[in-house]
Nanobody, 122 residues
């Protein structure tokens, strides 16, 4: 069974940066896209960014474009989310999930790790 471990969250002031990591227990990331999803308690999960496993194409939700960068290191079986110019509205628990296919098609498999909390203070 695939396990995903997220790390790198924390408390940061507005305008600051964090780099999140998502490491898979098996070579899932080489066969599936990887999606970063965030959730604020009481709200729907929001897909933030995706990177394909085939051509490294990426997608971002509009609110993070130009501020967040997703990347992958297949040798480490890890996907990163570099978050710059953080805003209080980025505060959430961030999770990674495998895409349903190799492509960023908006779908993902709901296999959740423990998530990593990000808190941005104003």
């Amino acid at each position: 069974q695939v396990q995903l471990v997220e790390s790198g969250g924390g408390l940061v002031q507005a305008g600051g940066s964090l780099r999140l990591s998502c490491t898979a227990s098996a070579n899932t990331l080489g066969h599936h896209a990887t999606v970063w999803v965030r959730q604020v308690p009481g709200k729907e999960r929001e897909a933030v960014s995706c990177i394909s496993s085939d051509d490294d194409s990426t997608t971002y939700t509009s609110s993070v474009k130009g501020r967040f960068t997703i990347s992958r290191d297949d040798a480490k079986n890890t996907v990163y989310l570099q978050m710059n110019s953080l805003k209080p509205e980025d505060t959430a628990v961030y999770y990674c999930a495998p895409g349903s296919t190799w492509a960023c098609d908006g779908n993902y498999i709901e296999i959740w790790g423990q998530g990593t909390p990000v808190t941005v203070s104003s």
